[in-house]
């Protein structure tokens, strides 16, 4: 099976990490990352389908663990080799069931729900799991199933940079709407992300907003804001602002609901001049607001960007972590002395709104189709172009570019044959 | 031998280059054989005894008014404004007129034995002057006499308390005004008429106002109906003030208004050739000029720009007058358009102009975009009066760098206007109804207005406002040099060079277009026929 394969290998991991110093995405040519023919996955048992990719998308977290630069909390949660990729829209090998129950047949398309839950791993449903809470998971290192928090860090399942199969449980399929295009299924995973980002935290008509960060996430949460008001009745809140550095960024933030854009440097003087706060410290400098937005979303993750989203978020309000963040070192006085909350948002699973407990995948079905999110798909590669698409995905905002995707050869046939 | 006027030069192949400013340094420039370049008057002679003239125009004074002695007595409440840091360009050197004229008065009402003193810098919502400028101004004997005692105030235009309402004109516009200098039994303005909008009515009504009675004119609509500034009668600015002036007079309270004009000596002698026509340079002119330019073009930008906020003008009282306040200002004006008029035969398709370090709102700061904008288009455009220089449709060019560069101490509204308002909108009517008022009210603006050098929170938009003639009449603003991005955001046209303009500007004034340079400064205003 012909696949891009991430080994256990020290020293190309040391050589990622120095060659990712020259940008993201920089360390796929000398890292542990190998595209080669392999052993395809096993089949794991009858409440698993093989799915072949049609396309698969490449990630800030992908980036970060093909650069060397992922938190090393994550080591006891993968293992090696695993194939990556777990943005995945494909093709149902066999008949089978999906997440609700419903049966398909073989030549189904599929997104997959990536994350490995108890379901998955064949144990006893944790709570959260439970609750539909899967991306709290506790049990990634147990079950028949070797660690790994998500397929595409797993070394039993295999990934979607490959040419296919990976192996898909029951639990993690949901049947893409046929209305969808390839580009808006594969969008699936990362929305379904912004999605329940944009519900971490009940929203108010009093609330301002600030989102740092416009890439694939920062675009989805605006949008996910502003979908969740129209289509689900959640609240408006009084002002979502933006700190987008390139121009096409701040184009598609304000046509998916921004109410305010501005370059990220200048997005605390926004939210000051919106809630019409005051600044502490250098008066002049806005070092700190005194007041500031209600929730911040951080879709970056960074030091920097917690830090800035310290700053300009108002005593008693809420931080929502929702890009990957590493090790970082942050001056946390200000989050103890202004008693702000800074929460966590990672995956999704089932998402109560209104009272009504939705699966995050379906919604975010409706979600892209109403907002024509398979626009945020900008470059199809092969596998064997993979360093061009790291590079690629690594420069993204800089190259007008929000979503970087690998097309396998199934893709290419498939839409050969459409032509 | 007597100064020579203004005048305007034809060039032909034998014309040296011009100086043109470039913001913090200047250069040569070959204009298009042709061109018309107007020049300054050279500066009227000081007045040889200033004092002596001062103290004669207190005690002769112009209109309706009696001395100035005969009008102080003990246990009166006496309040002296003067003009604030915005005047005069650049800041003269010490002596400052403000000094002489305040001391003069103090002189008299000590000798009245008026113990109840306060002097008030007429900021309206400029920034608060520093401890440094109000020195310069005041001189140290004024300034420690008043300071540590609490009787050197500067105007507060966003306390309520330090407010009066006094009544709306039969246009409806609201006057407020610094209370202590309203409740005061005689208030004594001392002004200084760099140009001639200066002064006047204008004063008081404006120097002394809040927000609440500065919108009614300081907005898109009377900026473009005042055509220009520089003209009274054209003026809707200065029709305003004038309503708002009179008002403020009826309502009783009783204003000795003293006015000054300065010459247009700018320069220091290691400056002069900057105030000098450039076939008139000698070898030492020009050895100051390659040796000046070249230092600030490799000077680091602070180092330039400490160099030039540095420059203190050897300006001198040319004329003052004391007394009644339309009185007073007619006589002013006669001497300003003496000494800046020059006569201008028919406008031009393009007029350039290179734009200097300084502004009335960057002493000792920075020229920042909007302030290009207003300096090039609010100020230098509307120093006429008949026509402007340029005809409607015509084309300005402007020299500068215009780099999005902000004073975060002084300008902190500017930057947010600059990111949060230009990014949205250029058209000034469409910025006043929809942004000026969150600018305006905004706490955080106010407090930094109030207790730190910031300019109000409005202030930008006003800068706007200004040019909105401008901008209303010109087919297109070209900037030459200018980052063109800010450039761009504003609204203008970047090109890197005069040719590069000049081809732009065909685009809009047709291939063979007339072309006038404004040499300025020193300042002076185009009487155009």
């Known amino acids: 099976m012909k696949a891009l394969r991430m080994e256990r290998r020290p020293t190309r991991f040391v050589a990622a990490y120095l060659a990712s110093a020259l940008g993201a995405g920089r360390g796929a040519g000398v890292g542990p990352l190998r595209l080669g023919d392999g052993p395809a996955p096993q089949d794991l048992g009858a409440t698993w389908i093989p799915v072949t990719p049609l396309l698969a998308g490449i990630c800030g977290s992908d980036l970060a663990t093909v650069d060397g630069r992922a938190s090393r909390s994550f080591e006891s949660i993968v293992s090696f080799p695993f194939v990556p990729g777990h943005e995945i829209v494909g093709i149902a090998e066999r008949d089978g069931t999906d997440a609700k129950g419903q049966a398909f047949s073989a030549g189904t398309r599929i997104a997959i729900q990536p994350v490995l839950g108890c379901a998955a791993r064949g144990v006893a449903l944790c709570d959260t799991c439970s609750q539909g809470q899967v991306g709290r998971c506790g049990n990634l290192v147990h079950g028949h199933l070797r660690p790994g928090l998500q397929t595409g860090y797993c070394a039993d399942t295999g990934g979607g940079w490959s040419e296919g199969p990976v192996m898909a449980h029951a639990s993690q399929i949901f049947v893409v709407p046929e209305a969808l295009s390839d580009d808006e299924a594969v969008m699936a995973e990362p929305m379904a992300c912004a999605l329940h980002a944009a519900l971490r935290s009940p929203l108010s008509e009093d609330d301002t907003i600030a989102v740092i960060g416009a890439g694939t996430l920062g675009l989805g949460v605006v949008a996910a804001i502003d979908f969740l008001h129209h289509e689900h009745g959640t609240m408006k809140p009084r002002r979502v602002i933006v700190g987008a550095r390139y121009s096409h960024q701040r184009s598609l933030a304000v046509s998916l609901g921004a109410d305010e854009v501005v370059e990220p440097k200048q997005l605390s003087r926004a939210v000051r001049s919106a809630t019409r706060s005051g600044s502490i410290g250098s008066s002049e400098q806005l070092t700190e607001l005194a007041g500031g937005a209600t929730i911040t979303f951080d879709c970056v993750g960074s030091g920097e960007s917690i830090a800035e989203a310290l700053r300009i978020t108002a005593p008693g309000g809420r931080i929502i972590l929702v890009g990957m963040p590493a090790k970082a070192s942050i001056d946390l006085a200000p989050l103890w002395r202004r008693e702000i909350e800074l929460i966590g948002a990672y995956a999704y699973g089932v998402e109560s709104i209104q009272g009504q407990a939705v699966a995050t995948f379906d919604l975010a079905f409706s979600f892209i189709a109403a907002k024509q999110l398979g626009a945020l798909v900008s470059a199809h590669y092969p596998l064997e172009r993979f360093e061009e698409a790291l590079a690629h995905a690594g420069q993204a905002g800089s190259r007008g570019a929000t979503k970087i995707v690998f097309e396998s050869s199934r893709s290419f046939k498939h839409r050969k044959d459409d032509q | ?529």
């Open chain 2, 1 to 529: 031998m007597s100064p020579r006027p203004g005048f305007v030069l034809e060039t032909d192949r034998s014309t040296p280059p011009t100086l043109m400013w470039n913001g913090e340094s200047f250069g040569l420039q070959q204009l298009p054989t042709g061109s018309r370049i107007i020049y300054a008057p050279e500066p009227f002679d000081a007045l040889k005894d200033p004092e002596g003239a001062i103290r004669h125009a207190l005690e002769h004074p112009t209109g309706e008014s009696e001395p100035l002695s005969a009008l102080l007595s003990a246990g009166m409440k006496l309040t002296i404004c003067f003009d604030d840091i915005s005047l005069p360009l650049p800041p003269m050197a010490a002596p400052d007129i403000r000094q002489m004229v305040i001391e003069a008065v103090l002189d008299q009402a000590a000798i009245a034995g008026v113990d109840d003193v306060v002097l008030i810098a007429a900021l309206a919502l400029h920034r608060r002057m520093t401890e440094p400028e109000l020195r310069h101004a005041l001189g140290h004997r004024v300034y420690d006499a008043f300071a540590p005692n609490g009787q050197l105030l500067q105007h507060d235009a966003e306390n309520p308390e330090e407010l009066l309402f006094i009544g709306e004109t039969a246009q409806g516009e609201e006057v407020e005004i610094n209370k202590r200098a309203a409740e005061s039994d005689l208030l004594i303005y001392v002004n200084i008429n760099l140009v001639a909008m200066d002064g006047g009515h204008k004063s008081v009504a404006t120097g002394l106002a809040s927000y609440r009675s500065l919108r009614h004119h300081h907005n898109p609509k009377t900026m473009t109906h005042s055509k220009s500034f520089m003209h009274a009668p054209a003026s809707a600015l200065h029709s305003a003030n004038w309503r708002m002036g009179k008002l403020i007079k009826d309502s009783g309270i009783k204003i000795f208004q003293i006015e000054t004009t300065l010459n247009t000596d700018t320069f220091p002698s290691n400056f002069s050739f900057l105030q000098k026509r450039e076939w008139e340079w000698s070898l030492r002119d020009r050895a100051a000029f390659a040796a000046t330019s070249t230092a600030l073009d490799l000077a680091p930008s602070k180092m330039a720009r400490n160099i030039l906020q540095g420059i203190k003008a050897p300006h001198a009282l040319r004329s003052v007058y004391a007394g009644e306040v339309e009185a007073v200002h007619e006589k002013i004006l006669e001497d300003v358009w003496a000494q800046q008029g020059v006569s201008v035969e028919g406008q031009t398709d393009i007029v350039t102009m290179g734009l200097p370090y300084i502004s009335p709102y960057n002493v000792n700061s920075i020229l920042n975009p909007i302030l290009v904008a207003c300096l090039g288009l609010g100020y230098f455009f509307n120093m006429y009066r008949g026509k402007p220089v340029v005809r409607e449709g015509g084309v300005a060019i402007m020299f500068h760098p215009t780099k999005p560069e902000f004073h975060p101490g002084h300008h902190p509204s500017y930057i947010d206007f600059f990111e949060q308002v230009l990014t949205q909108t250029t058209d000034p009517e469409v910025m006043h109804q929809q942004f000026e008022e969150a600018f305006a009210t905004d706490p955080w603006y106010i407090h930094l207005y109030r207790t730190g050098h910031a300019y109000h929170g409005v202030h930008p938009f006003y800068m706007w406002y200004w040019c909105s003639h401008a901008m209303e009449h010109l087919g297109r603003v070209i900037i030459v040099g200018g980052d063109p991005k800010t450039v761009r955001r504003m609204g203008f046209h970047p090109a890197s060079t005069l040719d590069d303009a000049l081809e732009m500007a065909k685009d809009v004034v047709g291939p063979s277009p007339s072309l006038t340079h404004l040499h300025n400064p020193p300042l002076f205003m185009a009487d155009v026929s």
